[in-house]
């Protein structure tokens, strides 16, 4: 993490609150690390300004006036594929944050702990996501059920995995993060580098949105059923 | 009708025919002979006035009136036999009879029962020794004694070797005219014994009674044909005779009825009086009076079979039903054979031939079986349909209780809703609301003090979020509820320098975490981790939860190295008193231990099961 940039990143900022847009951009503005892209207060405004050029990181509010957050995630996940996209929520509550991560978010900035240092959230972003937190952990545990005849002993070397289901290294990671460990704490517990369990966190968040493409007319089928 | 009587008759001719079968070469059947009205007790010599006669003769016809004794004579021509011979007369029709050969009495006088009381008229046979017979012309004497009431007479007469006529001739016949009518009487009073059985155990179908009492009828009157009792007062004899012929008629009359759903109360009742009424008038009518009775009820038992015949026909058009038909068939049965033994007994057919009305009774067997087998049929559909409906009954009633049941949810989830709502607006009235106030107070009174605002926002802010997380799916694991707080604790903790120890070891699944219980686990624990990194000035702060199984608890303490306090004496006595009150509020054990210069231990236990869940494991073996 110490490891230093070297050119500044640009940063998108979708947000509709001005005061909150303000304080992102006066944060990005402050650190010389990151530039400011640019920043829209609607999403179709937005969804035209990203056509034409794409940002390294890209924070976006959810809850727009005109058109949902989670379309611009998609946009932007399905044109620019190495954009890393946070989400800004003020509760980071699974019902936002996991169809967030499905579209193709990679984490999540909490309104109001906004960071003295937004540097240290968009640098674990482009590290592997930001921290996930235990509930989301343990909700995509819950969603990328691992197959049942998961091989235990090709789970340290990553076997074989299918493209949404979870391998069994992955799911050891997860249940230590959804216990509240720090994935510092996760990789000394597991005897893995903090850099291995980020590649894997990275792994986790494409099979979530994999999965949400493939599960995405199944779950409208459960839950009318439900 | 037409098409069933020529074939019957026709059967009826065939067997007439088979019983009077062309004579082989060493049987020789006598029809034609002599007759003399004589009262000796011998034949009478050859001068007495004989005339010609041909047998079968039946006196009503060829002596109306007479009463008395006849004496008959038949030469015939046989060669010398070797063996004894038999003589064979099919329908034994004399009062008394009294055979002579070659004028030696043969026999003594015989009547096989009392011939007046029966028509049945069994065959009779005699032993003819072989020394009584020469070759060339016998000569045969029967005296035959009758009365011009009854209807007396002389079959044929049939001499031949025992060996033919015997089984060819009499077994045959005997059979025929005893054996079979004994066998119906016995089948028709076990199917009546069986009908009355069945109709005890289910009284609703008074169709098997009148079942019943008509095949006992039936039964009753071939017994009486078949084994008549001997009894000399003519009365009692009247009676019974009486009854033989008519005892079947009224409960075949009702049983037709009933067959066809009707009930007339007052035709049942006069034909019932009109039984009585005969049967009383047969017991107490002369010798010569009898006849007439007998001849009106047999018109009447006539004209009521055909009567309720022609009833069943029209029902049976309206109504397809197979005891219809088989008791139509069955009545027309009936009619067809006691019209052939009137007929015979006028002179219409062979005298020889048999009496045909017992063998209506196998049709009466037939009707009862059919009737048995439509209520079967009509039982089995009407179970089917009820288990039909029952079916469709118990269908409904699952749905009904599977409705009630979404319904009970509903109700259920709405109340939860309901209750989490009421939470939630008293969590926000008592504690962000009147947070806010405080604050835009302060605000308002210039006493602005913006770091402690600040502070105050942000612990608002942190309160705020323990409640919508309080409302996360966490499933029971209360492992999530811990590392949740320290996500959401993880920049204070970062920012006050302390070294934070995490030791949560995985923890079973709680069945009663619901969301109030989470928030106060959220509460406590905040307020004693936020406790630790103001107050404490300490250097390391540890949370550490794991599951006791001896106890079946989860122990969550939260430590630190910090400067301690009393107890007893806490300044900071507010925030204890809230964790205590919040524990005690969702039955969670709560220890404080702290001493000056020591630290502080926070602990909570919480059962780890629900009581319920707690008994089922620990049961006794």
Sequence with gaps: ?226 | MRRWIVPLFALIATLGAACAAAAPPSVTTIERGEWVASDSSVPPPDSAPWRPVELPDDWSNSHPGFSGQLWYRFAFHTAAPKTTQVLYVPRNSAAEIEIFVNRELLSISKAYGDARITELQRPLIDTVPAIMLHGGNNVIHVRVTGSADYRHGLSRLTIGSGLIVGPQYYERRFDLQVGTIAMFGAALLVAGLLAFSVWGVERSDPVLLWFGLTALAWAASAYLLVWPPHTGDVHVRQLLLFAMQHLYVVPLIVLCLRVGGARYRRVEAVLWCAFAAACGAAAVLSYTQYPILAAATSVARLGLTIAALVWLVRVGIREHRWPLYSLGLALATVIVFSGYDWARWMGYADFDNLLLAPFAMPFLILALGATGVERHLSMTRAIDQSKRELEQRVAEKVREVEQTYRKMQEVLHEQTVLRERQRIMADMHDGLGSALIGLLSQVHGQSADLPQIEQRLSEMLTDLRAIVDSLQPVEGDLGVVLGNIRYRMSRAIEASGVKFVWRVEVLPPLEDLAPDKVLSVQRIVLEALTNALRHAAASSVTISAKYIAERDVIVIAIADDGVGFKPATAERGNGLRNMRSRAQRIGVRLDIDSSPGRGTRVTMELPAVPLGAAYQRHRPE
């Excluded at chain 1, 921290?131 to 819950?142: G, Y």
């Excluded at chain 1, 509240?180 to 966190?201: D, M, N, R």
């Excluded at chain 1, 968040?205 to 459960?222: C, G, I, N, P």
């Design chain 1, 1 to 226: 993490m110490e490891k230093s940039l070297t050119a500044p990143l640009s940063v998108a900022i979708v947000e509709d609150e001005d005061g909150t847009r303000a304080w992102l951009a006066a944060s990005v503005v402050a650190h010389p690390e990151l530039r400011l892209a640019g920043e829209y207060a609607a999403g179709r405004e937005a969804l035209a300004g990203l056509a034409q050029h794409a940002p390294d990181v890209l924070l976006v509010d959810l809850g727009l006036q005109d058109i949902s957050g989670l379309e611009i995630i998609a946009f932007v996940a399905a044109r620019y594929p190495d954009c890393n996209i946070l989400v800004v929520s003020i509760f980071g509550d699974e019902e936002h944050v996991l169809p967030a991560l499905e579209a193709g978010a990679r984490g999540f900035l909490l309104k109001g702990t906004l960071t003295r240092d937004i540097t240290l959230d968009i640098r674990e972003l482009s590290n592997g996501g930001s921290p996930l937190s235990p509930i989301i952990a343990r909700q995509v545990l819950k969603r990328l059920r691992p197959a049942a005849d998961v091989d235990v002993a090709g789970a340290a070397g990553g076997s074989a995995d299918a493209a949404d289901t979870l391998t069994s290294r992955e799911v050891e990671i997860l249940r230590m993060i959804a216990r509240g460990f720090s994935y510092a704490e996760t990789a000394e517990l597991l005897k893995i580098s903090v850099q291995t369990v980020h590649t894997h966190l990275k792994r986790i968040y494409r099979k979530l949105a994999v999965h949400s493409k493939t599960e995405a007319v199944f779950e409208a089928d459960q839950r009318k059923l439900l």
